[in-house]
């Protein structure tokens, strides 16, 4: 392992010389800030804080103990912003890109470069909520049923390694919502802004004795979004919690909540569509063929949690159960789900004892299914079209130019699914001197997908028409993945300021359903992730740099054919290098400095791209190109306020660098620079008022531009400026 990271430091001298340096420089300008508030930071002690994590361990320990990289954000960072998406809060995080195409609760959210192949939600991370996943058996994530008004804190684990991460190679995020048991917390909050943005919640908790305690919370938000076509969003939540303190001094956590999510999905731009927008701020009258996709959503979930203490040993059982159906029109098909049921839970202990100095095991078992009986697909029903007569023999065709409506005609298929997990997960953590704690861990994951699937016809990217098949045409599969995480960490504390911490990793990444229909042969990637770094917490700052070197074989890569078809297929090795930067330092009494930092080298070492040229695969050597969409360089810079008499700022800038539009890497992309948003507000007793602005300076982006094997390019406009007012009523 030390030869591969020498090695790695050699090859990348400059790069690595130039962190280094923003390191030192960060700590000396961090140095001088603590000196200036006669802060000590040293071997003999000092105010030094740290934010406790329980993502990446299961256990709450200090970030700085932690050996991997770890984002939290906090409640104040949160309660900053309007948090319309999941992306109000994450943007601006090093080595995570997120955007998203509508504007609601939509986000594709990239981890190192997991999660990429998504054309919708997120792939190859491992999403919870509260210690129950959110992430399905075949990595897909989504937020639909979270409520963005009901989150205390986000916790981000980045790479291979986590306990929590059955199949998710990216990393995991774990959402924590506002505790039952706080009863301090009750709110009333409204929000208006621009282009009919609506956000209204209210939270209310009561202690019925000293025992019980109930929280009810509900949410409302909606946007027309009318600067573009077909690009409304409107969500309703309600949730229901109890929390119950026994006499033995255990815990018991019960949730039932509803959700009603409803999201346009806009369509993407050719370039001289997105030249217009950039000139008008309008997207309208666009040439996309699917004009009509979106995804509408009902959601019941329930889950109990249990955590009693039996001297040394604590035991935490989990149990959930969600239901959920949508209408979803997609590329070439509306999917028409009327149910899936998810059962799981994670049976979890954790044993302090002594192993060569205090120490603790934390272990589990995890089991879920999810099943779905009777999935349709249906022709989208109104069409505009032309006659296309291909060459050859095949007769003439109606091949589609246009939806009109996402309203559903004849079935083309159904589909009756069974996706299964069982898991075992282990990890020791020993302390043998009060500096240095190991980790050492281990996960086994066993995922099958049972599925049976009747066509009675499909859509033909090739002549862009809808086929009818002379009978219909039975499709099983039945597949089963072993993946195997093993993880092996220790961190150092150099003094009561800073540490030091490497890791080595490994974790599996399945297919999802839809890449297995696609292509039955794909096999299971493997990612393996060495990685040190350099923690620092003080009273009035921190700074955490992280190194990293991943390889992944067997990589699940989307392929954009021609005509927007996306195919998947196993890439032979991509080797993934780069590092992370993040510093916060306090500027005398009320303003707080923030920097961000992120650079990413990610290469095919081999990859053969199979480019449909009709009926035709070709095998293309990538091998040596850079992996599209991710950029080499992302940084993010902020700015917060906050005054004893109420006023409140806070600003954000946040810069997202070029990148290569396909494998082929045939043209690049610029980004974006300095998108900036800001938060004016004031806090007078119960009452506070905040103005939060998006795009402050209506910069005309894109969130994504792709380019497919024929050359053809597409784009997703990013919004331009809105502003939101918001009033909070705490009682």
Not at 73 to 88: F, G, P, V, Y
Not at 604 to 616: K, M
């Amino acid at each position: 392992m030390g030869c591969e990271v020498v090695m790695c430091i050699n090859k990348n001298y400059s790069v690595i010389k130039a962190a280094l340096t923003a390191s030192l420089m960060v700590s000396a300008i961090n140095s001088s800030a603590a000196d200036a508030e006669s802060v000590k930071s040293n071997d003999e002690g000092g105010d030094s804080l740290d934010t406790i994590s329980v993502t990446a361990s299961r256990i709450a320990r200090g970030t700085k103990e932690v050996p991997a990289a770890i984002s939290v954000i906090d409640s104040k960072r949160i309660d900053a912003e309007q948090m319309n998406n999941i992306k109000d809060a994450i943007k601006g995080t090093p080595g995570v890109l997120i955007e998203s195409k509508n504007g609601g609760y939509d986000s594709r959210l990239i981890i190192r470069g997991a999660g990429q192949k998504a054309n919708y939600g997120v792939r190859e991370i491992m999403v919870i909520r509260d210690g129950v996943p959110m992430t399905d058996p075949d990595s897909f994530s989504r937020f639909d049923f979270i409520d963005t008004q009901d989150i205390e804190r986000i916790e981000i684990t980045k790479g291979p390694g986590s306990l929590y991460g059955s199949g998710s190679s990216g990393g995991t995020i774990q959402i924590i919502s506002k505790s039952v048991f706080d009863v301090d917390g009750n709110r009333v909050k409204l929000g208006v802004g621009e282009d009919g943005q609506q956000n209204l919640h209210f939270r209310y908790s009561q202690e019925l004795n000293d025992s019980n305690s109930i929280l009810l919370t509900g949410s409302h938000r909606a946007a027309d979004n009318s600067w573009r076509d077909w690009n409304e969003f409107d969500t309703q939540q309600l949730s229901l919690k109890h929390g119950l303190m026994l006499d033995s001094g255990a815990t018991l956590e019960t949730e039932l909540s509803y959700s009603q999510a409803d999201l346009q999905l806009p369509g993407s731009l050719t370039e001289s569509e997105f030249e217009t927008y950039r000139s008008t701020g309008e997207q309208h009258n666009t040439s996309s063929q699917w004009q009509h996709s979106g995804r509408y959503s009902t959601i019941w979930f329930f889950n109990t949690r249990y955590e009693q203490e039996f001297g040394d040993l604590t035991f935490k059982p989990r149990f959930y159960f969600n239901s959920w159906d949508h209408y979803h029109p997609v590329t070439g098909a509306i999917n028409d789900n009327p149910g899936t049921n998810v059962f799981g839970t994670d049976l979890e202990f954790a044993y302090k004892h002594n192993l060569l100095g205090a120490s603790t095991l934390v272990g589990g078992v995890t089991a879920r299914l999810d099943k779905t009986d009777e999935a349709k697909k249906y022709r989208y029903a109104d069409i505009s079209t032309i006659v296309y007569d291909p060459p050859g023999p095949p007769p003439p065709v109606n091949q589609i130019v246009q939806t009109l409506s996402d309203r559903k005609g004849s079935l083309l298929s159904q589909e009756e699914a069974a996706n299964t997990l069982f898991g075992l997960f282990l990890q020791e953590t020993i302390r043998p001197t009060d500096k240095l704690t190991i980790d050492a861990g281990f996960r086994f994951d066993r995922m099958n997908f049972d599925i049976t699937e009747v066509a009675y016809g499909e859509y033909n990217w090739g002549t862009k028409s809808y086929t009818t098949f002379g009978s219909p045409v039975t499709t099983k599969t039945d597949t089963t993945f072993d993946l195997y995480s093993p993880k092996l960490g220790a961190t150092y504390a150099l003094n009561n300021t800073y540490s030091i911490y490497g890791m080595v990793a490994q974790s599996g990444q399945v297919p999802s359903e839809a890449e297995i229909q696609d292509n039955a042969s794909l096999d299971a990637a493997i990612a393996t992730n060495v990685e040190i770094g350099l923690k620092a917490r003080a009273k009035e700052w921190s700074f955490d740099l992280s190194l990293y070197r991943t390889t992944v074989t067997d990589e699940i890569v989307s392929v954009l054919q021609s005509g927007n078809q996306s195919e998947f297929q196993n890439a032979g090795e991509t080797l993934k290098k780069g590092f992370e930067v993040s510093s916060r330092v306090a500027l005398g009494k009320y303003f707080t400095l923030g920097a961000n930092y992120a650079y990413s080298d990610y290469k095919y070492q081999d990859f053969q791209e199979l480019v449909r040229t009709g009926a035709t695969l070709n095998a293309v050597d990538r091998s040596g190109n850079q992996t599209p969409f991710v950029p080499n360089h992302q940084y993010s810079l902020s700015l917060d306020y906050e005054h004893p008499s109420g006023f409140m700022a806070r600003i954000q800038a946040d810069t997202w660098g070029s990148y290569y539009m396909d494998s082929a890497n045939t043209e690049k992309y610029d980004g974006y620079d300095f998108l900036t948003s800001l938060m004016l507000g004031y806090a007078s007793g119960p009452h506070k008022v905040s103005l939060n602005v998006d795009n402050l300076f209506d910069k005309r982006y894109a969130t994504e531009v792709k380019k497919d094997t024929s050359g053809t390019k597409s784009y997703s406009a990013g919004s331009p400026r809105s502003a939101m007012l918001n009033y909070t009523y705490s009682f």
